[in-house]
């Protein structure tokens, strides 16, 4: 079992930056593959970022490519996704999830097994 807390969401301008914060409990976090999704008032929850279990890999949506980049502290069991030249569109709830997108790529929803509960937020123009 895996419980994830999302921390370090708020309000943001335009062109600024924020890190949020994915805090794991359980022994097995170091196993799973971790990732970030977000999700957007009625939109559906789109992938944004993902880290292999052991920091070697990482890969990003194309719309944060370049401006985002998701790290790890396995002693820490904390993941990261520090958030540079933000824009209004990047307003969503955060979410963090584990799993092993072995078992059907990363950007899918189902192959993750545990979610937080999500943190917000906003970009003002």
């Known amino acids: 079992q895996v419980q994830l807390v999302e921390s370090g969401g708020g309000l943001v301008q335009a062109g600024g930056s924020l890190r949020i914060s994915c805090a794991a409990s359980g022994r097995s976090f170091s196993r799973y593959d971790m990732g970030w999704f977000r999700q957007a008032p009625g939109s559906e929850r789109e992938f944004v970022a993902v880290?292999?279990?052991?920091?070697?890999?990482?890969y990003y949506a194309n719309s944060v490519k370049g401006r985002f980049t998701i790290s790890r502290d396995s002693a820490k069991n904390t993941v990261y996704l520090q958030m540079n030249s933000l824009k209004p569109e990047d307003t969503a709830i955060y979410y963090c999830?584990?799993?092993?997108?072995?078992?059907?790529?990363?950007?899918?929803?189902?192959?993750?097994?545990?979610w937080g509960q999500g943190t917000q937020v906003t970009v003002s123009s």
């Open positions: 880290i292999t279990w052991n920091g070697s890999h990482t």
């Open positions: 999830a584990a799993g092993d997108f072995r078992r059907g790529g990363y950007a899918n929803r189902a192959i993750y097994d545990y």
